[in-house]
Structures are given as C-alpha cells and as structure tokens.
C-alpha cells in the first residue's frame, strides 16, 4: 500500500505540473482575447513607435520616430471624422499621488490626458458619473474621470462623483468612475485617472510627449480602407514626401491580441516540454517500482502459473496494475493541476478556465506512461520459471 501511495504521488506531481502549467497559460490567453474583444476589432492605433515589435521581440530596442505633436493628432481627428470616431490621448505621468481629504495614494497612480472619445473607443465603461465633454477639452477644465480600485482606496464605498480629489496638489472634481476592469501583464486601469488632455497638458506636459490616436471606424467591413486613408491623411499632415517612408505606425487592435498570443503559444510549448520530462522522470520511478513488486511477488507468480495461469495472464495482472496506479495519480493530478494553474491564472490576471484538451492528454498520458512503465517488468514477471519461483525465498 506505501509503495503505492507513493508512485500514485510520483504520477500526481508529473501530471499537476503540466496540467497547471497549460491551464495557468490557457486563462492568461482567454483573458487576453476577452480584454482585446472588449476594445473591439474595428479599431486601430496610431502611434510614432512599433507597438507590435516591443510585444513580439523582446530585448530589441523598439524603433521611434519623431513625436507625433497635438496640433497633429487634433488635426487628424478633425479632418477624418466623417469616416471615423477618433480620440486623442497620451500617459501624462506614471508616478503621480492621489489624494483625498487625509487618504494619500502611494506614487503609482497613472494619469491620462484623454479626450471625449477616449472612453468609448477603448472600450471602458462608466459605474458612474458622466464622460468627458468637448467643453472640458477645450477649456482644460480640472475634472476627473477615475478607476474602479483608486475609487476604493481614495472614497470607499461612498460615492465618488462630485468630490474634489489632488493629483500631485492640482484640484480635479471627480466627474464619473470606471467599471472594475482588472490588469493585464502588471499594468491595472482601475489605478488610474483621466484627465482632458489639455488640462494634463498645463500640469504634466513634457518636451519629448508623443500623442496616440485611437480609431473606431462605423464598420468592420471598411478597417482596412480607413486604415489606408489614415495613412494618406497622417502622410499629409506630417508633410512627408513621396519617397519618404511612414514616421508612424498603425495597428489594428487584433493584430496586437494575435502577437501576444504568438508569444504566448511559445510559452506553452516550453511548458509542455517541461511538464512532459517531470512525467517522464515520474515513469522512471514508477518502471522501478514495478520491478521491485516483481521481485517480491515471484512466489505468487509461481503459485499462480502453477495453478495454470498463462503468459498473458500474468503479464495482464501486473500491466493493469501499472496503468491503474498511474490512473489513480493522473485523476488527482488533474484536479490540483486545475487549481494550481486557475490560482497562477488569477494572479497573473488571467481567467479561470476548465482545460478540457489537457484534461483528455492528461488522461491519455497516463495511459501511455502506465503501458510504458508496466510493460517491462509485466513481461519479466510472466517470463518467470514457475518451479525457480515457487523455491524463491
């Protein structure tokens, strides 16, 4: 029963590892593509560096080109409105303190410089409250549209909207919250505050800013059509020649998901080789197992030949034996690989999931390492001389 026990753990341990680490990997994705499908697939971009390449190439330093200024980007908006909605924005700061009456932030908080666009394109939705409106853009007026998580820190389970909060000592009336919306890869939005882009110009403006444009065009049907014309107008407006190549770049919010999940595949490949060697290293242990049963067992398996048992039998009894054990392992591993990688999903902001294909593999594989790990010695067992047995001490 010891032995037993033990190899079922071998077997847990070698399955829980592959089991959680595809699970942890599949929810990161599902979430992944359930973050990007809340943006929608008829938006794109723009933006004076390649959002792609510093997603998929890890360590390459990622190519900037000049800063696309604000009278740029408003002219755009301006100008390709009839085809599309556009917002125009850029992270004011990352590091800022929020503060309300006594309660003070720690410097984490990110700032926005949004205009009114910006929270329908990017797919945020308000708990509470009103949207910016052109008016606060053009007058820079001090108000303040915040996440889900500062709301908590800063008012509790109080109302938020009409209160005048601080970032960094400037006074911002908070105008509206966002619905809980959670992280992606360390970056959490319902840490932040948005603020009109003109207002974040006068407290946070920087020589270096470069602006992004985010565009929605009316019809999925018509994404690549708007993209080109987009690329026309931009080319316009930056004054470049002919011969000059984009100083921008476009990308459509599909093209990101599909990077990072590019990336992510390779991760679970990775994954699956390391959890496939902790299960061979486990079929090791259990091969040895095995053979140690054989070898305390060999009177009965002279008893039983001697009583009429068959090669196959024999080989049947232990082989069965082998696979059972592993079965037994392979279920339990299942269920803490299940829960071990939903666990690492969760932190890693990732969603819970139920891998169905790595559930059937699981069991697949235990079928194949108990075939693997029994065959052997269920041959030597059935080999076995039944009158050198039955003398076996």
């Not at 303190?97 to 394109?121: H, L, M, R």
């Not at 080319?235 to 459509?252: A, E, G, H, P, S």
Request: glycine letters at 8%; proline letters at 1%.
């Amino acid at each position: 029963m010891l032995r037993a026990v033990l190899t079922i753990f071998i077997i847990a341990f070698g399955i829980m590892s592959l089991i959680s680490m595809l699970t942890a990997v599949d929810g990161i994705k599902e979430a992944l593509y359930s973050n990007f499908a809340s943006v929608g697939s008829n938006t794109f971009s723009i933006s004076n560096k390649d959002q792609l390449a510093g997603m998929s190439r890890r360590g390459v330093q990622v190519k900037e080109n000049r800063s696309i200024r604000y009278a740029e980007a408003e002219a755009f908006k301006k100008r390709f409105e009839t085809q599309a909605i556009s917002s125009v924005s850029f992270v004011a700061a990352g590091d800022a303190v929020a503060q309300y009456q006594s309660i003070k932030t720690s410097p984490k908080t990110e700032v926005f410089g949004a205009d009114e666009n910006y929270v329908v394109i990017s797919g945020l939705i308000l708990n509470e409250g009103r949207n910016f409106l052109a008016q606060d853009i053009l007058n820079a007026h001090k108000v303040a549209i915040i996440g889900d998580a500062l709301k908590n820190d800063l008012f509790g389970s109080a109302s938020a909207v009409g209160k005048y909060m601080q970032l960094n000592n400037q006074k911002y009336l908070v105008i509206g919250t966002l619905q809980k919306k959670g992280s992606s890869f360390g970056s959490s939005q319902d840490d932040m505050v948005m603020i009109p882009v003109t207002a974040a110009q006068e407290q946070f403006i920087s020589a270096d800013v470069s602006y992004d444009i985010n565009v929605q065009v009316k019809e999925i049907n018509h994404l690549d059509a708007s993209i080109n014309d987009a690329t026309g107008l931009l080319r316009v407006i930056r004054k470049l020649n002919l011969n000059q190549d984009n100083n921008f770049f476009i990308t459509k919010s599909d093209s990101m998901a599909d990077t990072l999940v590019q990336t992510i595949n390779i991760v679970r490949i990775f994954a699956f080789f390391i959890g496939f060697i902790t299960l061979l290293g486990a079929s090791v242990g259990l091969t040895n197992i095995m053979l140690v049963s054989v070898k305390e067992r060999t009177r009965e398996i002279g008893v039983r030949k001697a009583l009429g048992a068959t090669f196959i039998k024999i080989r049947n009894q232990f082989l069965w034996e082998s696979v059972v054990i592993t079965q037994i392992g392979g279920f339990f591993g299942i269920v803490f690989g299940i829960i071990l990688g939903n666990v690492v999903a969760h932190f890693i902001s990732g969603s819970f999931i139920i891998p169905w294909l790595w559930i059937i593999t699981g069991v697949i594989l235990c079928i194949v390492v108990g075939i693997f790990a029994g065959l052997g010695p269920a041959i030597k067992a059935a080999k076995l001389d039944p009158i050198e047995s039955l003398r076996y001490e």
